[in-house]
């Protein structure tokens, strides 16, 4: 009991000093502005926000200066202005991102939404920075901004999408492993992934011989945890290639280990031969059916001979076939078939 | 959440980079890669990425991407004709010279189709090598979409590969998507590969449980000898959990159990990520990985740094080391390591110097010094991706 009442303290005491460098304690003295305060109060959006009715796409922000605090703050408890801790100051720099990025006009959301800002501003009260903008799903809420979306007519809303920049928080979101997770959320989504991304920068991993122009091969200087090949993953990627048997092919064809080998000599009969000794004679069969990508990324194409040679049918080896095979192919003509089965052999 | 700041008009980008490498006793490398794009209409978009290298008396070089995008304004129509990667429902990822066609509805409906040639690297060319299919898919009640795709491709006139696809995607809730594909091979009856993910959010949580099924002989081209070893599908099953447990610290944890061709294995790892500013321009990162599939087991450790120095200087240091279980001779411990200190000039200009040091299972002992140069026209930050991360919406 002593011992835990200890651990606790610990990191009580731990955590107190560590909160600046957390992110618990905050450097700067704004906080959230008081919008529920103020709402409770029974004072309406517009009291405050006084030109936001006939707030055009361009020209100023519509937040209120310290003039229509002291309204009704007649005695200021500092002589600092208001702004400088009543509200967070990158709430107002996301409005002037919002004001530059985006299409919007504040007059003809009020008509649709009958002058009730909280339609759209929907968590406004709660006492957090980030829940002031909308979110984009909001938006999602009337008819024509989902046919928007469902058409990918982003500029509609947006300038440009892409040079904007900004990942939206509330769907979308690149999150927890996203590099292994991403394949199978663009597979219903491409088009919508393009609105955003770049065909380089698909390129620059599904593409043909693309390493020299990996993003990564060439940000020595932007160390991160995520991506596949970080660190020292070229010296163990036959490691890594056996602990998940084809998963390379979603970038590699089988010809790329070949075309790195052959430029590393490490290849073939080369000393340097990356197959242990007795190898041929031992447990190639075996490998070859748990990871048949990895064999062709060396002996495929012409170096199937190399198989076929020894391999003949009734040879030694046996059916190499595994259970259930089964093949459209004609066996006598089509390719791999007739390089055993074809006629003459 | 990143804090969000003014994102800067950025139509046209190109970048030049010179990549200075000794690696071991090989001679220094030079790399040059170009990348633009532009769209001088809301409709039109044009984008390229061309690179050329040397390495010692061998100079080389190819087009990753050129490709011209049009797009009826209202999103009824799209084209993408050039050089680019193909990927769309269950179709695996392809680089093609080709076309993409995508017709769309108001009520959801999409229709997509393609064709072209599979590039071959470094200008190389194919005789009767060629891909075409498509995609039919509806997105239904705004919270679903449902795909079916086709692929067929041709290698010297053969086929290679044809495979009928389904995908799907699902957000019935604001706290909860589902995303999930499959490809059968119509060539050699079976799945080639299954994938799904569902996550779900709530405050600082999020967490995925995702699994896949992959069968190698099936995803090789079908007119590879190796391609009729039999079926022997891999299976993974497992779990990503992401904590925000303080406003500049992530923990991110994954774990999943494997069958790899009916050898029971697991992998998993930790990491922890510590912003040292509320715009992430340094941070701390821990990272601990532990794999353990039959014939592969190894644990390694991985630490990250960055910090602002000032005045456009940055400097980051990268450190691993893996402890094999089984060393079989290859070294007991293969540590890596790198530092760089890079600086970035308002006019464009960024200049990056790197030493990399490692002990692998092929060399004992590797160094290398790493020297960057980049020229970014029309840009005042050039980044790897070419753009730059302004916060969220």
Known sequence: MRARLTLVMLLAVVLAACASVLGLRRELPSHPFEHRAHVLKGINCVECHADVASAGETGPLHFPDDAVCRRCHEKPHDTRSCTSCHGEPYVRQAAELARAQLRFEHPTHMIAVRGDCVRCHTQVAEARPETVLPKMATCFGCHQHRDQWTMRDCNGCHVNVRDEGVPPDDHLVHDGDFVREHGVRAASARDLCASCHTDRQCASCHGEGTVPALPWKLALGEVSLSGLHRAGFMARHSDEARADPGLCTTCHSESSCVDCHTRQNVAGTSVRSPHPPGWASGEHGVQARIDPVSCAGCHGGAGEQLCVGCHTVGGPGGNPHGPGFSSHKDEHHDLPCRLCHGVGR | MGLPSLAEADPLRLRGDALAETQGSSSPTGLIVLQGEDAPRSWVGVEGLVWAGARSSTVTGDVLVLAVRVREPHGYTEARVGRFVLATGAVHPVQIDGAHLIARAPWGSVVETFGGLPVAPRFGARSYDWIAGGRVAQTVASVGTLGVSYVQRRE??????????????????????????????????????????????????????????????????????????????????????????????????????????????????????????????????????????????????????????????????????????????????????????????????????????????????????????????????????????????
Request: proline share 5%.
């Open chain 2, 156 to 393: 010297d006139g053969e086929i290679s590969n044809e495979e009928l696809g389904v995908d799907l995607a699902t957000a019935p809730a604001k706290w909860l998507d589902v995303a999930a594909f499959g490809a059968y091979d119509v060539t050699s009856p079976g799945l080639a590969e299954a994938r799904a993910s569902a996550a779900v959010r709530w405050t600082d949580w999020r967490v995925e449980l995702f699994g896949s099924q992959m069968s190698p002989g099936r995803l090789l081209p079908a007119t590879s000898l190796f391609s009729v070893l039999g079926d022997m599908a891999s299976q993974t099953v497992g779990a990503t959990v992401r904590w925000r447990a303080a406003p500049r610290l992530d923990l991110l944890a994954s774990g999943a159990g494997q069958d790899v061709a009916g050898g029971l294995g697991s992998n998993g790892w930790v990491r922890a990520t510590l912003r040292l500013d509320d715009r992430g321009a340094g941070s701390l990162g821990l990272e601990v990985r532990r794999v353990d599939v039959p014939g592969v087991q190894w644990t390694g450790v991985r630490a990250i740094g960055a910090v602002p120095l000032g005045k456009g200087f940055r400097y980051s240091s990268e450190i691993e080391i893996v402890v094999p279980d089984n060393p079989d001779g290859r070294g007991v411990a293969w540590p890596w390591g790198l530092s760089a200190l890079s600086w970035r000039s308002l006019s464009g200009w960024e200049v990056t110097g790197a030493l990399e040091a490692s002990s692998t299972p092929q060399q004992r002992y590797e160094a290398d010094a790493l020297v960057r140069l980049t020229y970014a026209l029309g840009s005042a930050t050039p980044g790897p991706q070419g753009g730059q991360y302004t916060g969220s919406r």
